[in-house]
C-alpha cells in the first residue's frame, strides 16, 4: 500500500471552522489511517477572521494533538501548518514571524485566495523565493482561471509555485467540465499535492483514496504514489522538492520520460 500524506486537512480542535472538538480532531486521524495517510498537516486557517490562531497557538495545538495521538497509540504523523489568506500584507506578515509555515519548517507556505478572486501570486512568489520559501496553492481546483489557462498556471510553477488538489475533487468532479480539466492537469503534470481539506466526520470528512485512485487511473501507480505520497511527505517534513516542468499537450511528464 503506498502510504498517502494528506498536505491539507483541518485538525486542530475549535480553532477554525474544522472539528469543534479533540475527539473529533482524533475521529477524523481514525478515518485518515483508513485511508491510507501516514502524514497529515495539523492545519487551521491563519486570516482575519481568526485573529487568535497565532503561529504559537497553532505549534501548541499540534503538540495537544501529538500527544493524543501517542496516547491512543495511532500512527498518523501530523505537521504544525497554518492555511494563509492571500493578502498585500502576506510578505510584512511573513518576515515578521506570524505565519506557520507548513509543518513549521520555513520552507513551503500553504496560501488560499480571497473568496471569489484569483489573485496573481507571481509577485509573492517572488518575493518570498528570496527567503528560501515557496508557495503552495491549497485547493487549486477552485480558481476556475487556472484551470483554463495553462499558460499562466505554468508560469507560476516556473517561479516555485506547487498545486495543490483535492482528492473528493478528482474521485467526485461535481460537473464533467471539471473532471477533464482536472485530467488535462493531471497529464500535464500541473498536480503536484494532494489534499482531502477534510474538516469534521459528518461533512467535509478526510477522504484520500479515491483521488488517489483516480490519480493511479490517469497516470499509472509510480507517479501518482510521487503526488499523493513522496512528494506531499517531503513537503511537511520540510525537505526540497523538485518537481518536472509541466506541458500542455495532455502527456505526463513520466509518460513522456518511460513512455507508458
Not at 500512527?75 to 497554518?82: D, E, I, R, S
Not at 519548517?105 to 484569483?118: D, I, N, R, S
Not at 495553462?150 to 482528492?167: D, E, S
Amino acid at each position: 500500500m503506498t502510504p498517502l500524506a494528506d498536505t491539507h486537512v483541518h485538525l486542530l480542535a475549535g480553532l477554525d471552522d474544522g472539528p469543534p472538538a479533540p475527539d473529533v480532531a482524533l475521529a477524523m486521524c481514525r478515518m485518515l489511517l483508513a485511508e491510507g495517510a501516514r502524514h497529515a498537516t495539523a492545519l487551521a486557517h491563519q486570516n482575519h477572521h481568526y485573529p487568535a490562531n497565532t503561529a504559537d497557538h497553532l505549534r501548541a495545538a499540534t503538540a495537544a494533538l501529538k500527544a493524543q495521538l501517542a496516547h491512543h497509540k495511532l500512527p498518523l504523523a501530523v505537521h504544525p501548518t497554518g492555511e494563509v489568506m492571500v493578502s498585500p500584507s502576506l510578505v510584512d506578515d511573513w518576515l515578521a514571524g506570524t505565519l506557520l509555515s507548513v509543518g513549521d519548517h520555513k520552507q513551503f507556505l500553504l496560501v488560499e485566495m480571497p473568496h471569489g478572486q484569483t489573485i496573481n501570486l507571481l509577485p509573492l512568489a517572488e518575493a518570498l523565493a528570496p527567503y528560501g520559501v515557496r508557495l503552495i496553492l491549497a485547493h487549486a481546483e477552485r480558481y476556475e482561471l487556472l484551470l483554463d489557462d495553462l499558460g499562466l498556471c505554468a508560469k507560476w510553477i516556473a517561479a516555485g509555485v506547487l498545486f495543490q488538489v483535492t482528492a473528493r475533487a478528482l474521485a467526485e468532479p461535481w460537473e464533467p467540465g471539471l473532471e477533464v480539466a482536472l485530467k488535462r492537469w493531471a497529464k500535464g503534470g500541473f498536480i503536484h499535492l494532494l489534499g482531502s481539506d477534510g474538516h469534521g466526520i459528518d461533512r467535509r470528512r478526510p477522504v484520500l483514496a479515491g483521488g488517489f485512485g483516480r490519480l493511479v487511473k490517469w497516470l499509472g501507480r509510480a507517479h501518482a504514489a510521487r503526488i499523493a505520497g513522496e512528494w506531499g511527505r517531503a513537503v511537511l517534513e520540510g525537505r526540497p522538492v523538485k518537481v518536472p516542468k509541466p506541458r500542455p499537450d495532455g502527456r505526463s511528464w513520466f509518460t513522456r520520460v518511460f513512455g507508458s
